[in-house]
């Protein structure tokens, strides 16, 4: 990775330098690859929201394509960066945050997305992706889940729910799902949020939302794949239920949702409860979200609602500010070699006990 900017759609190819003032459009951000995702997929609404935003994105923080980077790792969703167009890594099975955390710790000044999915980033690369958050990398890493693994042909996945039939649980795995939003949480990250692939006004939001917060930043992104899993978010998700299976978590406001906005959640104790406001009005005692809380207990427990008891919440569950990681140590080289000095090497290999051999 230099500052000359070479297209990775044909390596070796110069891309046009785009400076951060000049205008750019949805255009500019899409490769001339053809898209090979199945028809009707998901991805498809994921990847054009990204290309529409970008353009906003790097205007409003000045940075040019140039520094813009994606990466992933194995799945239908690693295939995102030859898509667009901007520099881009495909990397193995699970360590796309191993690689983004190298790459924005030697180059903080660029913006590094990363993207995989509900089997690379939960199951082999699970742990990985746990580290890059605690250390608050500043990495806007976005999980694709489909809750099946669809590049492999329709296997079970970390999130596929209990009793889920599929070609290795052919009568129905026994396994407890992954809640994504609930490790998140867990691993500390600073910035963590759920939208869905057909709310493509939501979607938008929660990108432009991503691309602004300097930190850890965690996106699951219900996907449908209509060709192992079709469907698997319709009960809460199609448009025709949306309003009332759903609740748009926003900051400082009760948590209310249905059609008319007659619904609502209040704790009673820890515990929470659904509130019919069409008999009682008054929204006094309803859950108020609260995303900047230093605490994830209340993200955490918002985090487990879950159909069909209760509304599927979508938005931001935490938004705080901490120190990132490549910030930290940017600062602890400099001033580890501000104080003895730059230093030689050839002096420190020459230093102490030498000979040469013949």
Not at 41 to 67: F, T, W
């Amino acid at each position: 990775m230099n500052g000359d900017p070479i297209s990775t759609n044909e390596p070796g190819a110069a891309a046009a330098v785009l400076p951060a003032t000049t205008p750019m459009t949805k255009a500019d951000f899409t490769s001339d690859q053809i898209v090979r995702w199945c028809p009707g997929c998901g991805d498809y609404s994921i990847l054009a929201q990204m290309q529409k935003v970008m353009p906003n994105i790097c205007a409003r923080h000045n940075i040019p394509r140039e520094n813009v980077v994606f990466m992933s790792g194995i799945g239908c969703s690693s295939r995102f960066p030859y898509y667009m167009n901007t520099y881009g890594f495909h990397g193995i099975h699970g360590r796309a945050p191993t690689f983004a955390t190298g790459l924005k710790a030697v180059r903080p000044e660029l913006q590094v997305w990363v993207v995989t999915g509900d089997g690379d980033g939960l199951s082999i690369g699970g742990n990985h992706l746990l580290h890059a958050l605690r250390r608050n990398v500043d990495l806007k890493i976005l999980l694709f889940n489909n809750r099946i693994y669809g590049l492999t042909k329709g296997q079970y996945s970390p999130t596929s729910e209990i009793g889920k039939k599929t070609k290795s649980s052919p009568i129905g795995t026994v396994e407890m799902p992954i809640n994504p939003i609930c490790i998140a949480l867990a691993a500390e990250a600073t910035f963590v949020a759920r939208t869905i692939d057909t709310d493509t006004k939501h979607l938008q939001e929660i990108l432009e939302r991503a691309a602004d917060h300097k930190g850890s930043v965690f996106v699951e992104i219900f996907q449908n794949c209509n060709i192992f899993n079709d469907g698997a978010f319709e009960s809460f998700a199609a448009k025709p239920v949306r309003e009332e299976k759903t609740v748009i978590l926003e900051h400082g406001k009760p948590v209310v949702f249905g059609k008319d906005r007659k619904k609502g959640i209040r704790l009673v104790g820890w515990k929470p409860e659904v509130v019919d406001l069409s008999v009682a009005s008054d929204t006094t005692g309803l859950l108020v979200h609260d995303e900047k809380a230093e605490s994830g207990t209340l993200a955490y427990l918002l985090a487990h609602l879950m159909e069909p008891e209760f509304p599927v919440p979508l938005g931001v569950f935490r938004a705080i500010e901490r120190p990132t990681y490549e910030g930290l140590l940017t600062q602890q080289v400099k001033e580890a070699v501000g104080k003895p000095g730059a230093g030689n090497l050839d002096s420190l290999i020459r230093a102490g006990d030498t000979w040469t051999v013949d």
